[in-house]
């Protein structure tokens, strides 16, 4: 069955690999990454001790992000080699593991002589992929080449669930190559097993994303009197939706006050000249400014946000009401603070699908849902304390996963 897909897919790449090069071009996407995915790279002499790690875009890559601190904290003596499939996890991963990875680059192409190419220079002693990356031939080569390889933070989505039902038979030959399938979900363990995956392979670790710790701090903002809401990681175009939003709710709710904290601080001007359009009175973080006095406080200040969630009684997270993709909202929820997003949630979808299934976050397709979720946590004492507790008990449901698989990597090595 693999003799087949392999004759297959190499004649279906080669085929289409310069049609779709061309497609890409002409719209004015560059093909970043295709060398290296090709197996035109140099890699660094890694040694024979070497730890892999696959996360294929942005969510991936954060959510492996302290794993691989653990790894290399754990295992000192090994290299760790960090892949991605796409640009913005590969500017990512590059980002967070210039001072941990030994080396970062693109995952190859799934035909033979990328692969081949690709294991031959890194040489790893043991491959972890997160989620549901499943290529056959590099599987089939990680088993002939007796290289233990695991699935973590494993989940299948309904809609891929019911297209891998369909061909059981290939994933279940599959699946013989993989030492271990951990999964984020009792759900996703069956999905898996229904595809094919062994039952004594197949274990829950839970997700690596909930492996947030808080970071206690005190913050002396004059906001024991009020109720803060913090608009985190705003980006242009939020701005504005936020401060109508909150000059609406503040006719309602006269204690609220507002957290303003951009994404980027080259836009803080930008944003002091919306603010003083809705005149309301406001302050500076870095002037340190507070609440007594002011309306609205821009935190114009780095490394402050996640430590200050702390202080609000709910967050609404940026990045979503354009194309970005959200930003990270368990950095509040690790607090038991509820969330609220826009629409564009693509780099944290899971965990927004689990904590949409409680009170602990929500996800809102305009502005008009954003005034109407805010007005109902402040007006609304029980809906907001059960929102408060649903994130407390997702928290809790969902650690443990980074230890798992530390301990399974202790058993391997």
């Not at 970043?32 to 996360?55: D, R, T």
């Not at 640009?87 to 799934?110: C, N, R």
Request: net charge positive.
């Amino acid at each position: 069955m693999f003799f087949i897909y392999k004759i297959l897919s190499t004649v279906l790449f080669l085929i289409s690999l310069p049609l779709y090069a061309a497609v890409r071009i002409c719209h004015g996407k560059d093909l970043s990454g295709w060398s290296e995915k090709l197996g035109n790279f140099n890699a660094p002499a890694l040694g024979e001790k070497v730890i892999m790690y696959h996360g294929v875009s942005v969510g991936e890559v954060i959510a492996l992000e302290n794993l691989i601190k653990k790894t290399k904290e754990t295992f000192p003596d090994y290299k760790i080699v960090v892949t991605t499939g796409t640009k913005t996890g590969q500017e990512i991963a590059k980002k967070k593991f210039d001072k941990i990875a030994d080396f970062v680059t693109y995952f190859p192409f799934d035909i033979t002589i990328c692969v081949k190419t690709f294991l031959d220079k890194i040489n790893p002693n043991i491959v972890l992929i997160a989620e549901t990356e499943l290529w056959p031939t590099f599987a089939d080569y990680c088993k002939k080449r007796k290289i233990p390889l695991f699935v973590i933070n494993g989940r299948i989505s309904d809609s891929t669930f019911k297209l891998y039902r369909v061909m059981t038979p290939f994933f279940k030959e599959l699946f013989k190559n993989y030492t271990g399938i951990f999964t984020q979900s009792e759900l996703d363990r069956e999905k898996f097993i229904k595809i094919g995956a062994p039952e004594n392979k197949t274990e829950v670790m839970k997700n690596l994303k909930f492996d947030v710790k808080r970071i206690e701090a005190d913050f002396d903002l004059k906001q024991d009197s009020f109720r803060v809401i913090i608009a985190g990681s705003t980006h242009k175009g939020e701005d504005e939706i936020i401060l109508d939003t909150f000059k609406k709710l503040k006719k309602e709710f006269h204690d609220i006050k507002l957290l303003l904290a951009p994404r980027h601080l080259t836009r803080v001007n930008n944003i002091k000249e919306l603010v003083e359009k809705t005149g309301l009175t406001y302050g500076f973080r870095s002037k340190d400014d507070k609440f007594d006095l002011n309306d609205i406080i821009i935190l114009d200040t780095l490394g402050e946000l996640s430590r200050i969630y702390q202080i609000c009684e709910f967050a609404f997270i940026g990045g979503s009401f354009n194309k970005t993709g959200g930003h990270n909202p368990l950095e509040a929820v690790v607090y038991n603070k509820p969330v609220i997003s826009g629409p564009s949630i693509h780099n944290f979808r899971d965990i927004y699908w689990i904590l949409a299934r409680s009170k602990a976050g929500k996800v809102v397709k305009n502005q008009q849902e954003l005034f109407l979720q805010m007005q109902k946590l402040l007006s609304d004492n029980d809906f907001y304390t059960e929102s408060c507790n649903d994130c407390k008990n997702v928290f809790e449901s969902q650690q443990g996963a980074l230890e798992f698989v530390i301990e399974k990597l202790k058993k391997v090595i």
